[in-house]
C-alpha cells in the first residue's frame, strides 16, 4: 500500500491510497472523521490520480469520475494543474 498525502485548502488532508483498489481518504483532523470520497479505481482496469490545481483546489481524476474536493462536483474540463515546486538546490 502506498499513501499520498495532499493537505487542502481547507485543513483537511486528502490521502491518496494505491493498492490494487486505489481511492482517496479524506481526514479531517479537528473532528477526525474520515471518508472516502470519489470512485475507487480497479488496478489495471481504471485510473485514478489525486492533484493539486493551479488554483490552489485538490482534485480527482479518473475515468470513472472527475472533480474538486472542495466544490464536491464534477467537471467536463479540469484547471491545469499547479506546477512542481522546486528543491532547495533549485532542481524540479
Partial sequence: MYNYPF???????????RVTRSFVVV??????????????AVQGED???LWRGADGQLYIQSDL???CLMASRRFD???PRRPTPPL???TT
Fill in 77 to 79: 474540463e479540469l484547471p
Fill in 27 to 40: 481526514l479531517d483532523p479537528v473532528s477526525g472523521i474520515r471518508r472516502t470520497v470519489g470512485p475507487i
Fill in 7 to 17: 493537505v487542502n485548502t481547507d485543513g483537511s488532508v486528502a490521502n491518496l491510497i
Fill in 65 to 67: 469520475a472527475t472533480g
Fill in 88 to 90: 532547495p538546490d533549485g
Fill in 47 to 49: 485510473t485514478l490520480d
